[in-house]
């Protein structure tokens, strides 16, 4: 099992940036993916963006496609979502998740965190 702390979240004007960190624990596979979602108020999980452990595959949500940029240091074991040209609908918490292979279902999960995008 992977465990998984993120951080980085917090308040933050119409059009600015933030970078989210997701810092692993256990034993990453290389057939490992990493991911982000996130949840708003009142709404499902959405997906975000995601990106293997070996960095060969990334993959966007449309809404956030062009904006967002998923990565990865496998020294470091952290996973980063740089976002730029924040909106007020990127408001939500965000979670970082992990799973042991792009068939398998996100067994890990971390708990979370705010992001606030004010207009």
């Known amino acids: 099992q992977v465990q998984l702390v993120e951080s980085g979240g917090g308040l933050v004007q119409a059009g600015g940036s933030l970078r989210l960190s997701c810092a692993a624990s256990g034993r990453i596979l290389s057939g490992y993916f990493m991911a982000w979602f996130r949840q708003a108020p009142g709404k499902e999980r959405e997906f975000v963006a995601a990106?293997?452990?070996?960095?060969?595959?990334?993959s966007y949500s449309d809404s956030v496609k062009g904006r967002f940029t998923i990565s990865r240091s496998t020294f470091k074991r952290t996973v980063y979502l740089q976002m730029n040209s924040l909106q007020p609908e990127d408001t939500a918490v965000y979670y970082c998740?992990?799973?042991?292979?792009?068939?398998?279902?996100?067994?890990?999960w971390g708990q979370g965190t705010q992001v606030t995008v004010s207009s």
């Open positions: 990106i293997s452990w070996s960095g060969g595959s990334i």
């Open positions: 998740a992990a799973k042991v292979s792009s068939e398998a279902p996100f067994g890990s």
